[in-house]
């Protein structure tokens, strides 16, 4: 048991510099997950207005929107991770993108 934990805490430092990548993984995934969500309630909400409108809306929310999502959410989601103690963050970690792996499937089946 001493062996797993002393391994968890020295993956748990070679990982450390990487938290950044890993959160952005994160939140990237997350918006692969639920962007269809996003655009649909987007969608609704611009459908009565002209077509070029909705268009315009569409690329701006396209190219700002989800650039902005991943570029505020990165270091929230970095922060958090930080918030862990060290020896649990490579369980955390893991444990999320099983977690979003889950959701990303049970989403393709419904």
Not at 47 to 75: D, E, K, N
Not at 91 to 105: H, K, N, P, Q
Request: charged share 15%; net charge positive; glycine share 6%.
């Amino acid at each position: 048991m001493d062996f797993l934990l002393q391994l968890n805490t020295q993956l748990a430092y070679q990982i450390t510099p990487y938290l950044g990548d890993v959160a952005l993984a994160l939140v990237a995934t997350v918006l692969v997950i639920y962007g269809d969500r996003l655009n649909r309630v987007l969608k609704r909400t611009v459908s009565h207005w002209v077509f070029i409108a909705r268009v315009t809306v569409f690329i701006l929310m396209c190219t700002f929107g989800y650039g902005l999502l991943t570029v505020w959410g990165q270091p929230i989601v970095r922060l958090g991770i930080l918030q862990v103690p060290i020896e649990y963050r490579p369980t955390i970690i893991l444990f999320c993108f099983i977690l979003l792996g889950v959701l990303a499937e049970r989403k393709r089946h419904l």
